[in-house]
């Protein structure tokens, strides 16, 4: 399996649907309102098979260079998800996105898990900027962007449609002239 090692407790790995899907829909649906306020796929993730085909949906985006979703592992069990979600060739850019079981938060994992993807943004996949955009209301993900030393470019106003409607929406950014890895 392709694994990219952070530290002795954490690791990030493409996808295994068959191996990975059971066990990340475990952590969803064990905690399902709270990550679908802010995620809304959540909610539609219905099943193991559904997160299975999510998974190698995602491998396929891999290979086409759309996206790149990885697994993050700590102490060798899935613990949650993080991807580039898109890139913007033309200003050399992508997005980021996480999530992360409720047995897994509080412990430092997302905040290196950032830092890991930084890293592979700057220094493999060529971009200049990583975005991070979390809801206003969403403490739990601005807080992982201030503590990885991403800015905060400004708000935009209604900027993400959640389930109970629109929200404002923080978007911070890291440079890769701030990069200091």
Aim: charged fraction near 25%; glycine fraction near 8%; aromatic fraction near 12%.
């Amino acid at each position: 399996m392709f694994m990219y090692p952070i530290d002795d407790e954490l690791a990030l790995a493409l996808p295994r649907p068959v191996l990975d899907a059971p066990k990340l829909y475990a952590l969803i649906d064990a905690d399902r309102a709270a990550i679908a306020r802010f995620l809304p796929w959540a909610a539609d993730t219905k099943d193991a098979a559904g997160e299975q085909a999510f998974l190698t949906m995602t491998l396929a985006h891999f290979g086409q260079g759309k996206s790149v979703n990885l697994v993050i592992y700590y102490r060798g069990a899935p613990a949650g998800t993080i991807s580039f979600n898109g890139f913007d060739d033309a200003g050399a850019a992508t997005d980021l996105g996480y999530w992360l079981g409720e047995p897994f938060r509080g412990k430092g994992i997302m905040h290196r898990a950032v830092a890991a993807m930084c890293d592979l943004a700057f220094t493999e996949y060529g971009r200049n900027r990583v975005i991070i955009r979390a809801a206003v209301d969403n403490p739990a993900s601005n807080a992982v962007a201030s503590k990885a030393g991403f800015h905060l470019d400004g708000t935009l106003r209604e900027g993400e449609r959640l389930a109970d409607g629109f929200h404002d929406v923080n978007e911070w950014s890291r440079l890769k002239s701030e990069w200091h890895n």
